[in-house]
């Protein structure tokens, strides 16, 4: 029986894994998600830990973002970054 439970474990493990980086999937760059970071804590914070919520409220406050976060943003909306 302990083998399957450690079976059972690894399985979960794996999957919560995966599951992890599904969800870092398309939410921007390792530089775009540091440049809105502290945005994001500092605006945004309530929204903590959706990342569809903060990105809402990052774009609803663009003009009190810091100049690198607004950069990511106005990257996205021309098209020129995929920041989503």
Do not use: W
């Amino acid at each position: 029986m302990t083998r399957l439970m450690q079976a059972l474990f690894a399985t979960m493990v794996v999957a919560l894994g995966s599951a992890a980086a599904f969800a870092q999937e398309n939410r921007g760059t390792p530089e775009q998600r540091a440049a809105c970071t502290s945005d994001a804590f500092r605006l945004c914070s309530a929204y903590i830990p959706d990342p569809s919520g903060v990105e809402a409220c990052l774009r609803f406050r663009k003009a009190d973002l810091s100049e690198g976060c607004k950069a990511v943003f106005e990257q996205a909306s021309t098209g020129s970054v995929r920041a989503r």
